[in-house]
T-cell receptor, first 115, second 116 residues
Framework: DGGITQSPKYLFRKEGQNVTLSCEQNLNHDAMYWYRQDPGQGLRLIYYSQIVNDFQKGDIAEGYSVSREKKESFPLTVTSAQKNPTAFYLC??????????????FGSGTRLTVV | GDSVTQMEGPVTLSEEACLTINCTYTATGYPSLFWYVQYPGEGLQLLLKATKADDKGSNKGFEATYRKETTSFHLEKGSVQVSDSAVYFCALSPTSSQGGSEKLVFGKGTKLTVNP
């Protein structure tokens, strides 16, 4: 079955460390997205990519970085510059050029905790 | 800019009660509208969608009608079950001159708890 795989499900980071969250999809989707979810704040867009080797900042990109070297993969690095990284991170993908009719497919998320 | 406003939660109901979660939107043109559901510790799943005015989306007993005159897309279910306990997100996909944009705009979510 096609879908989006996020790993790991739980991740612990020490102060000052960079960590990378994995997102892989086998849906042949061109567009991929990273969201951060905090309690009571809904979803906030971190980065998105419409095509391989291209990506754009979302609403809260500071302290994060991404790459899009392959269509299937869109890893997110949480850098030491992100002062409050503890959150639930969601990856999503969709087919571009569908007029918004398709919606997103989401992964099951990674819960990052700073220890 | 485009935005989605959902009713504040949490919402607590008894099993078999009727559910309505209000959602209104602000957008230019003719956006597509979605409801997503998030069960505890999981990602979001598409529950239903409507792509034009007066369309009704439905799935698993849930329904929502795209009302352009009131810019609303309220989620309804006639008889909720304990298994419906989750967070529900309303979202829109703005339209553009190119025929569509994939960047969804989400509401803040409404937590529903159904007690037996």
């Amino acid at each position: 079955d096609g879908g989006i795989t996020q790993s790991p499900k739980y991740l612990f980071r020490k102060e000052g460390q960079n960590v990378t969250l994995s997102c892989e999809q086998n849906l042949n989707h061109d567009a991929m997205y990273w969201y951060r979810q905090d309690p009571g704040q809904g979803l906030r867009l971190i980065y998105y990519s419409q095509i391989v080797n291209d990506f754009q900042k979302g609403d809260i990109a500071e302290g994060y970085s991404v790459s899009r070297e392959k269509k299937e993969s869109f890893p997110l690095t949480v850098t030491s510059a992100q002062k409050n990284p503890t959150a639930f991170y969601l990856c999503a993908s969709t087919l571009p050029g569908t007029g918004g009719n398709y919606g997103y497919t989401f992964g099951s998320g990674t819960r990052l905790t700073v220890v | 800019g485009d935005s989605v406003t959902q009713m504040e939660g949490p919402v607590t109901l008894s099993e078999e009660a009727c559910l309505t979660i209000n959602c209104t939107y602000t957008a230019t043109g003719y956006p597509s509208l979605f409801w997503y559901v998030q069960y505890p510790g999981e990602g979001l799943q598409l529950l239903l969608k409507a792509t034009k005015a007066d369309d009704k989306g439905s799935n698993k007993g849930f329904e929502a009608t795209y009302r352009k005159e009131t810019t609303s897309f309220h989620l309804e279910k006639g008889s909720v079950q304990v298994s419906d306990s989750a967070v529900y997100f309303c979202a829109l996909s703005p339209t553009s001159s190119q025929g569509g944009s994939e960047k969804l705009v989400f509401g803040k979510g409404t937590k529903l708890t159904v007690n037996p």
